[in-house]
């Protein structure tokens, strides 16, 4: 058991100089991960078709800029729900 821990301590002193590096990665990892799940977040999608519906029935846009937006909005739900689906594998 004791030569556990001294291999431990070991590792621990001869990795320290790599610690500001594992800091760095690990910050990275965290903003990496919280801007995925800004982008992957399907709530401003939703806002958007409902902002979309409403500036068609109040006449601000016409049928064909309504479809091809939607078109746009809905494929990009898809690829969000894609996302999450693969996450939970």
Not at 14 to 35: F, K, Y
Request: one cysteine or more; a negative charge.
């Amino acid at each position: 058991m004791k030569g556990w821990c001294a291999m431990g301590l070991f590792t621990q002193i001869v990795t320290l100089p790599l610690a500001p590096v594992r800091g760095a990665v690990w910050v990275v990892d965290r903003v990496r991960e919280a801007a995925e799940e800004e982008y992957y977040d399907p709530a401003p999608v939703h806002r958007a078709l409902a902002e979309l519906e409403a500036r068609l029935t109040s006449g601000e846009i016409d049928e064909e800029t309504f479809d091809r937006r939607e078109d746009e909005l809905l494929d990009r739900l898809e690829e969000i729900m894609a996302y999450r689906a693969g996450i939970g594998r």
